[in-house]
């Protein structure tokens, strides 16, 4: 038995766990990241998940691994570029930060790669060799597989899905750009939509309503599915990948959004790509994250050893 501690880090939530390389997840918990305000508070409730899951472990935590939103680069540890839904998060050396604080090999990645991994090796990505993950929570993150490895790219920024742009002339958002898929997918961006038809305060409170009968909901739900539509059908005809796999905590409606989704995908893949990809929620949901990030430490510490 060993164990590990994976770590979630999103704009809204942290989420912690005890991994156990045999038994899975022993224990899990998640407290707000506060992550509008900023770097320093980000880092404080890192602390106090990882502090508490230390003092809960049933035995020594030999690695630690985490996943977090930005783009990384794995080998330095650092995030070397964020929105700015984690205002000032650009250049924080997170692995530096963790190790110095805990004297446990630290492990670092992008959200969409680490929750990529745990798909792929224990969850709805098993028997693919080629998908593309898909995570709709306050931003929205990716990830792509190819042939069983993750697609990196020259600098580590490949599969910036959220940052894709469906509508020219649409919302600005916070990387810079304008129309980028995660204004109009994300928890955020439904919520914000929600709230300005006046139908409910957030995503959750949209979809219940949504579940419940309320057909300006349904037709709001349906809006948000086919601009996610769009973008999968975007990625399947640059990837061509066997499955799209939707995690994060919007992926909780199901199929009242992933229906919809699939239809607008189907309506505008290319011919030959037609009934070929199936668009299926991550095994794991919301716990895909802090899965990633043991997958990220266990991954870590083997080659490690191999060195």
Same mark, same amino acid.
């Given at each position: 038995? +060993?164990?590990?501690?994976?770590?979630?880090?999103?704009?809204?939530?942290? +989420?912690?766990?005890?991994?156990?390389?045999?038994?899975?997840?022993?224990?899990?918990?998640?407290?707000?990241?506060?992550? +509008?305000?900023?770097?320093?508070?980000?880092?404080?409730?890192?602390?106090?998940?990882?502090?508490?899951?230390? /003092?809960?472990?049933?035995? !020594?935590?030999?690695? *630690?691994?985490?996943?977090?939103? &930005?783009?990384?680069?794995? /080998?330095? &540890?650092?995030?070397?570029?964020?929105?700015? %839904? *984690?205002?000032?998060?650009?250049?924080?050396?997170?692995?530096?930060?963790?190790?110095? =604080?805990?004297?446990?090999?630290?492990?670092?990645?992008?959200?969409? %790669?680490?929750?990529?991994?745990?798909?792929?090796?224990?969850?709805?990505? =098993?028997?693919?060799?080629?998908?593309?993950?898909?995570?709709?929570?306050? &931003?929205? @993150? @990716?990830?792509?597989?190819?042939?069983?490895?993750?697609?990196?790219?020259?600098?580590?920024?490949?599969?910036?899905?959220?940052?894709?742009?469906?509508?020219?002339?649409?919302?600005?958002?916070?990387?810079?750009?304008? &129309?980028?898929?995660?204004?109009?997918?994300? @928890?955020?961006?439904?919520?914000?939509?929600?709230?300005?038809?006046?139908?409910?305060?957030?995503?959750?409170?949209?979809?219940?309503?949504?579940? $419940?009968?309320?057909? =300006? +909901?349904?037709?709001?739900? /349906?809006?948000?599915?086919?601009?996610?539509?769009?973008?999968?059908? %975007?990625?399947? %005809?640059?990837?061509?990948?066997?499955?799209?796999?939707?995690?994060?905590?919007?992926?909780?409606? @199901?199929?009242?959004?992933?229906? #919809?989704?699939?239809?607008?995908?189907?309506?505008?893949?290319?011919?030959?790509?037609?009934? !070929? *990809? !199936?668009?299926? #929620?991550?095994?794991?949901?919301?716990?895909?994250?802090?899965?990633?990030?043991?997958?990220?430490?266990?991954?870590?510490? =083997?080659?490690?050893?191999? $060195?």
């Amino acid at each position: 038995m +060993a164990l590990v501690l994976g770590i979630d880090i999103g704009g809204t939530n942290i +989420a912690g766990g005890i991994v156990d390389t045999t038994e899975g997840i022993l224990e899990a918990t998640t407290i707000p990241s506060y992550g +509008a305000l900023g770097k320093e508070a980000v880092l404080s409730n890192l602390s106090r998940i990882v502090d508490r899951l230390l /003092d809960r472990a049933p035995g !020594q935590i030999v690695a *630690i691994g985490i996943g977090t939103a &930005g783009e990384v680069d794995p /080998d330095a &540890g650092v995030i070397t570029s964020a929105t700015g %839904n *984690i205002p000032h998060w650009t250049g924080t050396k997170l692995k530096e930060y963790v190790q110095e =604080r805990y004297h446990r090999p630290t492990y670092l990645d992008n959200d969409g %790669n680490a929750a990529a991994l745990a798909e792929l090796y224990y969850g709805a990505g =098993r028997g693919f060799n080629n998908f593309v993950y898909l995570c709709l929570g306050t &931003g929205v @993150g @990716g990830a792509v597989v190819v042939d069983g490895q993750l697609l990196r790219g020259t600098r580590n920024y490949a599969a910036a899905l959220g940052h894709t742009t469906i509508d020219f002339s649409g919302t600005p958002c916070n990387c810079g750009s304008i &129309g980028c898929l995660e204004m109009y997918v994300s @928890g955020t961006a439904i919520g914000r939509s929600a709230r300005a038809a006046n139908i409910a305060e957030d995503a959750k409170g949209l979809f219940r309503e949504a579940e $419940q009968g309320n057909d =300006r +909901a349904k037709a709001l739900v /349906d809006k948000v599915g086919f601009y996610l539509g769009c973008g999968l059908a %975007n990625f399947a %005809n640059q990837f061509d990948p066997e499955a799209m796999i939707i995690g994060g905590g919007v992926s909780h409606a @199901g199929a009242l959004l992933l229906e #919809p989704s699939r239809a607008t995908m189907e309506a505008r893949v290319l011919q030959g790509l037609k009934g !070929q *990809i !199936q668009v299926l #929620p991550a095994k794991f949901g919301s716990e895909s994250g802090l899965l990633g990030g043991a997958v990220v430490a266990l991954s870590g510490l =083997r080659s490690s050893t191999c $060195q």
